[in-house]
């Protein structure tokens, strides 16, 4: 079974701000991939970026970036230059590609602030 | 080119009714999920299907559950008997189903109320 933990349920950065939040995840896969989500308020969850666990390089979209230290099971999410619309929940995601199974397990969620 | 679609948006419903939601997944997207969100957690998944084939079920889909897929297009989700536990979000979700293409694109979500 794969777990997935967010331990700041919130954080707020000032705008212009880099910001990271964090997800530490356990799993005895050795293919999986990890996910973090964006939920803004009252509107559908979207992607925000990927990571494969067999890609040493860390994914950047833009101003988002992740750091993925496959050792010690954590994959957190740099938010650089903060947006007034940066504000949401955000979760970590995984799954694995083993034995057929495609349902994502997802943290708690973190809720991000951001402050004009 | 339509996002993933979920019908209806809000459901207000008694103890011990039925309620069906419905899913449109993105076109030609064969796999499609759904999730349950309760307040201040993250998604859980309930099920999963690859074209018309319902290939995963969570232990959180309960007898009183149940999901299909008639022709691998769109999605329903029935909950009979409904109790206040049954108060969240219902989410769903599709994916290409290629190899290697495993981000899941998630519709706006039923949110459903049992009074």
């Known amino acids: 079974a794969q777990t997935v933990t967010q331990s700041q349920p919130e954080m707020s950065v000032q705008e212009a701000e880099t910001v990271t939040l964090s997800c530490t995840y356990d799993t005895s896969e050795s293919d999986y991939y990890l996910f973090w989500y964006k939920q803004p308020p009252s509107r559908q969850m979207i992607l925000v970026i990927r990571?494969?666990?067999?890609?040493?390089q860390n994914a950047t979209e833009n101003r988002f970036s992740v750091n993925f230290q496959k050792a010690a099971k954590s994959f957190s999410l740099k938010i650089s230059d903060s947006q007034l619309g940066d504000a949401a929940m955000y979760f970590c995601?995984?799954?694995?590609?083993?034995?057929?199974?495609?349902?994502?397990?997802f943290g708690k969620g973190t809720k991000l602030s951001v402050i004009p | 080119d339509t996002g993933v679609s979920q019908d209806p948006r809000h459901k207000i419903t008694k103890r011990g009714q039925n309620v069906t939601f419905r899913c449109d997944p993105i076109s030609e997207h064969n796999r499609l999920y759904w999730y349950r969100q309760t307040l201040g957690q993250g998604p859980e998944f309930l099920t999963y299907?690859?074209?018309?084939?319902?290939?995963?079920k969570s232990r959180l889909l309960s007898d009183r559950f149940s999901a299909e897929r008639p022709k691998g297009s769109f999605s329903t989700l029935e909950i009979q008997r409904t109790e206040q536990g049954d108060s969240a979000m219902y989410l769903c979700a599709s994916s290409p189903g290629t190899s290697g293409m495993h981000e899941q694109y998630f519709g706006p979500g039923t949110r459903l109320t049992v009074t």
């Open positions: 990571q494969e666990a067999y890609k040493q």
């Open positions: 299907f690859q074209n018309e084939a319902q290939l995963e």
């Open positions: 995601a995984s799954h694995t590609s083993g034995a057929g199974s495609y349902q994502l397990t």
